[in-house]
C-alpha cells in the first residue's frame, strides 16, 4: 500500500512538472518592422504591423499594404484582402489588361516586363470597346488635332481653350508662348520677375527664382488683366502676398506691381475703397487716414462677458483660398483654422470669448513646415448686426511686421498713421521656395507670431459698452532653411494670441492727479516730520541733517502713496472686470502695466529706505535702566567685640536690572502680526482655495476652474491686487485679534513688561532722539524689591487690597509710561555723563577674554558713571535740580494727530500722560504698518518677477526672520552698550 502511494505522488509530480514547463511568461512586445523591411514579394500586414509573404504569382503594391498580379498574370479572384487575391498566368503573347482582370495580345509588343508597349506619343491603348467588350488584341489610336492623352493614356481629353482657340491643335508652337499650362499670342504677355525675397539665405544672396512664379506669374496676370479670370486674380494676389506686398522689390516687373496696376484698371468695387472689381482686396487705400480705418464705428454689436449672453462670442470667418486662386469657401475661425498650435476644440475656441485674453503658443518641428502644411490664404471677417436677419461681414484688415515702403519697415513705428493695412495673410509658405517642381522648398515663410487685437470702442475717453473699433491682425512671419535647418530638425516656436485694448488716457491721467494730490499732501506731512524732529533733536536751525531726515520720511510717505495708489486701481480692475456683464472694461496690455510695475519697483525702494531708517532708529536709541532700590543696611565683617567698625552699606542686587533688560530685549522685536502665519495663511488661501484662479486674463472668477477649459494668462496687475488684498485682511484680522482678544484675555506683553518694570523696582528711560523719548515709571509702590518670596507675595497682596499707593508717577495717579521732551540742559548733562561711561564700556569691550579684563581701574571708572547716571536721573525724575526740571501734562489732540509737540522745552522739560504704549514706537511693536508693508511689498515684487506666488512666499518669510535676527543681534548689543547689562546676560 506504502508503494503504491509512493507512485501516485511521483505519478502528480511528473504531471506538474510537464503542466509548469509548458507555462510561457506573458510578453506585450513585437518585433519593430516597417513596410520598408518588406522583400518585393511581401506585403505589410497592418493588423500584425510585419511582413508577410504575398501568394503565387503575386507582388507587393505600390503602397506595400497589399499584394497584386505580377507581370504577365491575370486576377481571378479578389475579395480584397491580401490572402484572398489569386492569380494565373497569361498565354504566351499576351500580357495583363491594365485593371488585372483579363489577358490580351499587344499589336505594339511585349515589353520584358511581359507588358504590352506604350503607344506613340498623341495616341491612345484601347483594350475594351464602348460597350465594355474585351478586344482581341489591343490597338493604338490616334487622339484627334484637339484632344491628347490623359494621364492614364486610356482616353482623349479635350486640351486647354486658350491652346485651340490661337493654334485650332494642342500644340502651342513658336511664336507663341506657353506658361502655366496656357498658350498665349506671341508678345501679349508682360514682363515679369520671378525672384522672390528671403531673409535666411546663404551668403549674400538675397532672393531665389521660384519655380512657382516661373509657372503661374505672366499666365495669371494675361488671364486677370485680358479675361477677368476670377481665379487667376486670386493667383496673382496670392503672389503678391508671398513676397510681403512689396512694392519696391524689382518694383515694375513684380507680381505685386502688376497687381496695382491692375487695380486701377478695374476700379473699385462697390463702396470700398481699394477693393478692384473681379480682384482679391489686398491693400487698403494709401490716400484713407489709417487712424480712421482703426477707429471706424460701424460695428454695431454689443458684446457682453456673460456666458449665456448671444453676444459673449466674437463670429469670425476666414475666406479660404488655394495656391492655385481656388476659392476654397468661407469657414468659422473656431477649430483652430488659423492657429498652428493644435490643443482640443473646446480651448482653441476660447480665443473667440469676448473679453478673453488668449495666449497659445508651441514649438513645431521644422521639418513639419515642408510635410505636414499645405499652402493656403486667408481673408478674415467679423460677422456682426443687431439682429439675426440682419448680419453683416466686417473686413479685418492685417499689420504685416515685415512690409517695407522706402527700405523702411512702416508698421513698426508707432505712430498709427505710418501704417500701410493690408488684407490677406498665410500660416505657412512651402511654394514661393521652390527652385523646380520636383526639390522641396529652398526656404519656408511661417507665421511666428499671429494677435488679433480688439479695441474697445470709446467715446470722450469713456467706455461704450460693449462696443468695439474693428479688430486688427497682427502678423509676423519667421524662416526656415532646408539646407540648414531640415536634416538636424529643430523646432520653432509659433504664437497665436487674442489681446484686447482700451486707450487709458483718462485713467492715467486720474491716477497720476491722484498720486501727484496726495505725493503733495505725503511731503507737507513730511516736512511737518522732519520739523518736529528737529525740535526733538535740539536743533535750532534747519541743516543738512534734518534735510535728510525729511528726504527718509518722505521715502517712507510717498512708499504709501505709490503703494495706495496702485492697490485701489488694481483693486477697481478685479472686481469691475471679473464681475462686469456688457463689457467697458479690459485689463492693461502688457506696455500698459510699464507705469504699475515701475509704480510698484519704486514703492518698494522707497519703503525700503523706510524700513533702513527705522531700524536705525531703533538699534541706536539711548536707554537706561533706573534702579530705585536703596541699601537696607551695613554689612559688618567680623563678630569680634574688638572690631569696632560700622561696616559698609549693603550692596544692592543687579539682578532686578538685568531681569529687566533681558525683558526688554525680547520684545524688541515682539509684534502682533506673525509673519509665519501670515505668509502661511495667504499662501494657503491663493495656493489651496485657488485664489490665484482670479487673476487670469479671462472674466471667469471661478476659483476652481474645469481642466477642460482654457485658463487664461496671469495678469501682473490681478496678482498684486488679489495678493495685496489677502495680505491686508489677513494681517487686519491678525491685529484686530491680538489688540482684541488676545491682549485683553489672554497676555498683553507690553503691559506685563511695566507691570513687571513696578515689581522690580525698575524705571525705563529712553531717548529716541537727542531731546525725546519715553518713560516707564517702575518704582514700587513699596520703597523697595530685593526681598524674600514671603515679602514680595505680602506686597501684591497688599496692592490688591489697596492698602498702598499708586504706581503712577503722580501721587493717586495710575499712569506710568509717558512721551518726554526734555530741555537741552538735561541732554548736555546726559552726555557729560555718559561719554566716560561709554570709554570705559569701549575699554572693557577691547579687553574681554583677556586675564586682565574686569580687574582693572576701568571696571570702577564704570561702576562710578552708572551710579552716577543712575542717580542723576533718579535726582531727575523725583525734581531734585533747580535749573532742570520738568512738568506732567496731556497731549492736545493735534499734537496727536500729528504726532508733534508745540511746546517749548528751553527753560523745562515736559513729560506727556501716555494713554497707551507709547514706547512701543522704539519697538517692533509699534511699526505694524511700515512692517507689513514692506512685507507685503517684498512679497509682491517677488512675485512680479517670477510670477510665482509659492516662491514669493518663501523669499519673503526668509526676509523676514533675517530682518528679526538682526533686529535682535544689533538690539541686544545697543541695549548691552547702553545700559552696562553685560550683553552675556542677555539670553
Not at 395 to 416: F, G, H, M, T, W
Not at 562 to 586: E, M, N, P
Not at 896 to 914: C, R, V, W
Amino acid at each position: 500500500m506504502a508503494a503504491y502511494s509512493g507512485e501516485i505522488v511521483l505519478f502528480w509530480a511528473a504531471l506538474c512538472f510537464v503542466f509548469i514547463s509548458n507555462i510561457r511568461a506573458a510578453t506585450y512586445s513585437i518585433p519593430l518592422n516597417a513596410i520598408g523591411d518588406c522583400q518585393e514579394s511581401q506585403y505589410f500586414d497592418l493588423a500584425e504591423l510585419k511582413c508577410k509573404d504575398c501568394g503565387d504569382l503575386q507582388r507587393q503594391t505600390e503602397n506595400g499594404l497589399s499584394c497584386e498580379c505580377a507581370a504577365g498574370n491575370k486576377l481571378i479572384e479578389n475579395r480584397g484582402a491580401p490572402s484572398s487575391i489569386a492569380c494565373q498566368p497569361c498565354p504566351a503573347g499576351a500580357a495583363a489588361t491594365q485593371d488585372g482582370w483579363n489577358c490580351i495580345r499587344c499589336t505594339t509588343g511585349l515589353s520584358p516586363t511581359n507588358e504590352c508597349v506604350a503607344c506613340e506619343d498623341g495616341a491612345i491603348g484601347v483594350e475594351y470597346l464602348i460597350d465594355g467588350k474585351l478586344q482581341t488584341q489591343k490597338s493604338c489610336q490616334n487622339c484627334k488635332a484637339t484632344t491628347q492623352p490623359d494621364e492614364a493614356g486610356t482616353r482623349c481629353t479635350r486640351c486647354d481653350e486658350s491652346v485651340i482657340s490661337l493654334a485650332g491643335t494642342c500644340v502651342c508652337n513658336s511664336p507663341r508662348v506657353q506658361t502655366g499650362g496656357l498658350c498665349f499670342p506671341a508678345n501679349s504677355l508682360s514682363e515679369a520677375t520671378y525672384n522672390v525675397p528671403f531673409n535666411s539665405l546663404p551668403d549674400e544672396q538675397t532672393s531665389l527664382t521660384s519655380w512657382f512664379f516661373v509657372q503661374n506669374l505672366r499666365a495669371a496676370e494675361y488671364m486677370c488683366r485680358v479675361y477677368q479670370n476670377l481665379t487667376s486674380c486670386q493667383l496673382l494676389g496670392n503672389m503678391c502676398v508671398m513676397l510681403d506686398y512689396s512694392q519696391e522689390f524689382q518694383a515694375e516687373t513684380s507680381a505685386c506691381f502688376h497687381y496695382l496696376a491692375l487695380q486701377t484698371q478695374q476700379g473699385d468695387f462697390g463702396e470700398i475703397s481699394g477693393w478692384p472689381n473681379s480682384m482679391p482686396w489686398l491693400y487698403y487705400d494709401p490716400e484713407e487716414d489709417t487712424e480712421d480705418i482703426v477707429r471706424e464705428t460701424k460695428i454695431t454689436t454689443k458684446f457682453s462677458a456673460k456666458p449665456s449672453s448671444e453676444n459673449s462670442k466674437l463670429k469670425m470667418f476666414v475666406g479660404t483660398y488655394a495656391a492655385n486662386g481656388t476659392y476654397l469657401g468661407l469657414q468659422p475661425t473656431t477649430g483652430g483654422t488659423v492657429q498652428l498650435c493644435k490643443d482640443t476644440v473646446r480651448k482653441m475656441d476660447a480665443a473667440y470669448t469676448f473679453a478673453t485674453t488668449y495666449t497659445s503658443s508651441c514649438d513645431i518641428n521644422v521639418q513639419d513646415f515642408w510635410n505636414n502644411y499645405e499652402t493656403l490664404f486667408y481673408d478674415m471677417y467679423l460677422q456682426f448686426g443687431d439682429n439675426v436677419e440682419a448680419q453683416e461681414l466686417y473686413a479685418i484688415p492685417v499689420l504685416l511686421d515685415s512690409y517695407k515702403e522706402d527700405q523702411n519697415y512702416v508698421n513698426r513705428k508707432s505712430r498709427v498713421r505710418d501704417w500701410q493695412l493690408t488684407r490677406r495673410f498665410f500660416l505657412v509658405d512651402n511654394l514661393s521656395g521652390k527652385e523646380t517642381i520636383d526639390t522641396p522648398a529652398k526656404v519656408v515663410r511661417y507665421a511666428s507670431s499671429i494677435e488679433l487685437e480688439i479695441s474697445i470702442q470709446q467715446e470722450a475717453g469713456e467706455a461704450r459698452e460693449g462696443k468695439i473699433y474693428p479688430p486688427l491682425l497682427k502678423v509676423k512671419y519667421g524662416e526656415v532653411n532646408y539646407d540648414e535647418d531640415y536634416e538636424s530638425n529643430p523646432t520653432r516656436k509659433v504664437t497665436f494670441a487674442v489681446t484686447y485694448f482700451m486707450r487709458r488716457g483718462g485713467s492715467n491721467k486720474n491716477i497720476s492727479i491722484t498720486i501727484g494730490v496726495l505725493s503733495a499732501v505725503a511731503l507737507l506731512y513730511a516736512m511737518v516730520k522732519s520739523n518736529a524732529w528737529r525740535r526733538r533733536a535740539g536743533l535750532i536751525y534747519i541743516d543738512i541733517s534734518t534735510m535728510l531726515k525729511f528726504i527718509l520720511f518722505a521715502f517712507g510717505l510717498l512708499a504709501d502713496v505709490l503703494f495706495v495708489s496702485t492697490l485701489g486701481t488694481c483693486l477697481y480692475w478685479l472686481l469691475f472686470f471679473k464681475r462686469q456683464d456688457q463689457v467697458y472694461l479690459v485689463l492693461p496690455t502688457r506696455g500698459q502695466e510699464e507705469k504699475f510695475t515701475i509704480y510698484v519697483s519704486v514703492a518698494f525702494v522707497f519703503k525700503l529706505f523706510d524700513l533702513a531708517h527705522l531700524l536705525f532708529s531703533q538699534i541706536t536709541a539711548d536707554i537706561f535702566l533706573i534702579d530705585w532700590e536703596r541699601s537696607r543696611g551695613r554689612v559688618v565683617q567680623s563678630s569680634d567685640p574688638s572690631n569696632t567698625s560700622k561696616g559698609t552699606m549693603a550692596p544692592i542686587s543687579i539682578w532686578r536690572t538685568y531681569f529687566i533688560a533681558n525683558e526688554w530685549n525680547e520684545i524688541q522685536e515682539t509684534r502682533r502680526i506673525n509673519s509665519v502665519f501670515q505668509i502661511f495663511a495667504v499662501l494657503f488661501f491663493l495656493e489651496v482655495i485657488g485664489l490665484k484662479h482670479l487673476t487670469t486674463t479671462d472674466p471667469r472668477s471661478d476659483v476652481s476652474p474645469s481642466p477642460d477649459d482654457y485658463t487664461g494668462d496671469q495678469s501682473r496687475v490681478l496678482r498684486f491686487a488679489v495678493a495685496s488684498g489677502m495680505y491686508i485682511i489677513i494681517g487686519l484680522v491678525q491685529w484686530l485679534f491680538f489688540t482684541l482678544i488676545y491682549e485683553r484675555f489672554v497676555e498683553d506683553a507690553l503691559q506685563n513688561f511695566v507691570d513687571l518694570c513696578s515689581m522690580a523696582n525698575v524705571s525705563v528711560f529712553v531717548l529716541a532722539n537727542n531731546n525725546y523719548g519715553f518713560y516707564i515709571h517702575g518704582r514700587s509702590v513699596h520703597g523697595f524689591a530685593d526681598t524674600d518670596m514671603k515679602e514680595m507675595r505680602t506686597q501684591m497682596k497688599r496692592e490688591e487690597d489697596n492698602l498702598c499707593g499708586q504706581r503712577g508717577l503722580l501721587p493717586n495717579s495710575d499712569q506710568q509710561t509717558f512721551e518726554m521732551l526734555l530741555p537741552t540742559k538735561f541732554r548736555e548733562q546726559y552726555n557729560k555723563i555718559y561719554q566716560p561711561l561709554q570709554g570705559a564700556v569701549a575699554r572693557i569691550e577691547g579687553q574681554r577674554g583677556r586675564p586682565t579684563a574686569g580687574g582693572d581701574q576701568g571696571n570702577e571708572r564704570l561702576n562710578q558713571a552708572y551710579a552716577t547716571m543712575n542717580k542723576f536721573l533718579c535726582t531727575f525724575i523725583d525734581h531734585g535740580m533747580r535749573d532742570i526740571d520738568y512738568m506732567v501734562k496731556d497731549k492736545l489732540l493735534f499734537e496727536q494727530i500729528l504726532d508733534m509737540e508745540f511746546y517749548d522745552p528751553a527753560e523745562k522739560g515736559f513729560f506727556f500722560n501716555d494713554g497707551g504704549h507709547a514706547f512701543n514706537k522704539v519697538l517692533f511693536h509699534g511699526q505694524e504698518v511700515t512692517l507689513l508693508t514692506f512685507e507685503m511689498l517684498l512679497f509682491c515684487i517677488v512675485d512680479l518677477i517670477f510670477t510665482n506666488y509659492a516662491l514669493a512666499g518663501i523669499i519673503t518669510y526668509l526676509a523676514m526672520q533675517f530682518l528679526i535676527k538682526f533686529r535682535d543681534a544689533a538690539g541686544r548689543n545697543n541695549l548691552a552698550k547702553k545700559t552696562l547689562v553685560d550683553e552675556r546676560f542677555l539670553i
